[in-house]
């Protein structure tokens, strides 16, 4: 990067803020996908008008700004493929405001989605979406890529909270979207745009969120089956009967065995899945819900067993939330879709991974939200064998067909980035891969803003559309992984 442009970026957010070193910048090239890109630089502003003379900047000299939040994205979304500036926006990390009157949160994106929903709870109120990396994830890089959860199955994902934004566009320009109101149908819905557009349509420096209710009980079962087809049939049925978990998550025997040793009460060793199901509300409600599932359960072939206090509770989440990075001691790599289907189809989908596996001679194994169809597939490898590599990212051309085939969508909740943009086409039709393409020239025609992402020049067989094999000499192994 020219010393013209690096001596203009330390005017606008101080040289103390400003990031040039390799050993600097490295710390800022990877994310949740393993692989590595360097920086040139990386900026951390603290305010909309240093981000907005940064973006000018941009557009005057045409390098690359990619916004990062923690890093903590699947697909690649907050990479500087092409170099660049990145915008680490760590420092945005202030809770402005917390309407309790009207249950409303004023936040900057920066702010760690698991402290937001903590200091929340000091006023018995929630904000529902729940990532599995919500500990470390920020709440700006869940909107860019409309981050999910357990909870969606009942409150939906994190385009359900977004009721307003503030966001500087790739020109520089600052913009205000969205209302405070429980209503609002003023001019287009802009703010539903901008939720997953990864970061390609402009940078948040503001979220309004729309809150609910903390609720007052909550119950947790763990339903074990010894016959995986049983378990995932199981959950559109549960639907039906008018039950109403907040979450339900699925594991395959696979999936169970690599967390085993997480659980003080492990099931049974012939265990070929289970359900994690939870209900929520008042305690009458939860009370009906409960008695209506002992009710439903009667005569199946399971075993139901009903945490008893918080600690139990707590095991069987440690056990869901672990399998993710626990699945490296089967193989050093992986490819890590989210892929969804309607909830009847889940049985059709996990027996194509079973069929999928055997022919290619893989290790995949699934779990997720199977109360909203969004299966996590994770389909495990050695990138140091050539073949098995080459067989891996067949399995996952194949998944995606047949997933498109079932009715679902390539991605509920990590997005395209650069992992799944070569398969874009399997899903979006022309006419609207080419008005996104559009939109995207119309808000940034510079091209400055998070380039690469989304719309792929990679054909589906290129190696820079592996998620786990990265071009870059630079290449960073990752082993923190979360679904």
Avoid at 86 to 113: K, Q
Avoid at 317 to 328: E, L
Avoid at 361 to 377: E, P, Q, R, W
Wanted: with cysteine; proline share 6%; aromatic share 6%.
């Amino acid at each position: 990067m020219k010393r013209e442009i690096i001596h203009a970026l330390e005017k606008i957010v101080g040289k103390a803020h400003l990031a040039t070193s390799t050993e600097e910048c490295a710390c800022y090239s990877f994310d949740g996908t393993g692989r590595s890109f360097m920086p040139e630089a990386v900026a951390f502003p603290d305010s909309p008008g240093q981000i907005s003379g940064i973006l000018r900047l941009a557009n005057r000299y045409r390098f690359p700004v990619i916004p990062r939040g923690a890093g903590s994205g699947m697909t690649g979304g907050s990479l500087p493929v092409r170099g660049g500036l990145v915008l680490a926006m760590g420092r945005m990390n202030r809770i402005i405001e917390i309407d309790t009157a009207n249950m409303i949160a004023v936040v900057e994106p920066g702010v760690i989605t698991g402290e937001l929903q903590a200091r929340l709870a000091r006023h018995r109120l929630k904000y529902p979406p729940d990532p599995a990396s919500l500990k470390f994830c920020s709440l700006g890089g869940n909107v860019a890529e409309c981050a999910g959860g357990p909870s969606a199955v009942k409150y939906g994902v994190t385009r359900d909270y977004v009721i307003g934004l503030e966001v500087v566009l790739p020109t520089g320009e600052i913009m205000r979207t969205g209302v405070r109101t429980e209503k609002g149908v003023v001019g287009y819905d802009l703010t539903r745009l901008f939720i997953g557009s990864e970061g390609t349509l402009g940078v948040f420096t503001r979220l309004v969120l729309r809150l609910v209710p903390l609720p007052a009980a909550r119950e947790t079962f763990l339903l074990t089956f010894s016959s995986l087809r049983s378990a995932t049939t199981l959950v559109a049925a549960i639907f039906r009967t008018g039950l109403t978990p907040c979450t339900l998550e699925y594991m395959d025997a696979t999936a169970i065995q690599v967390v085993r040793d997480r659980l003080d009460h492990p099931p049974p060793p012939r265990t070929q899945a289970l359900l994690i199901l939870e209900f929520d509300g008042s305690h009458a409600e939860v009370a009906r819900q409960r008695q209506r599932l002992e009710e439903f359960l009667k005569g199946q072939d399971l075993t139901c067993r009903r945490a008893e206090n918080d600690t139990e509770r707590e095991e069987l989440w440690q056990a869901r939330r672990s399998i993710s990075p626990a699945t490296f001691a089967l193989r050093p790599d992986k490819i890590s879709e989210d892929v969804v289907v309607p909830r009847s189809r889940i049985p059709d989908l996990v027996e194509f991974t079973s069929s999928l596996a055997g022919r290619y001679g893989l290790t995949i194994l699934t779990f997720g939200h199977a109360g909203d169809g969004n299966i996590h597939v994770n389909i495990m490898f050695d990138r140091r064998e050539r073949q098995e590599q080459d067989r891996a990212l067949a399995a996952r051309k194949e998944l995606f067909r047949q997933v498109v085939e079932l009715g679902g969508t390539l991605s509920g909740e990590h997005g395209i980035g650069i992992t799944k943009s070569a398969f874009l086409p399997m899903e979006v039709d022309p006419v609207a891969l080419d008005l996104m393409q559009r939109i995207k020239h119309l808000f940034d025609p510079a091209g400055i803003l998070n380039p690469g992402k989304i719309f792929s020049q990679f054909t589906a067989d290129s190696k820079v559309s592996t998620p786990d094999a990265s071009p870059s000499p630079r290449h960073l192994r990752i082993d923190r992984k979360y679904d």
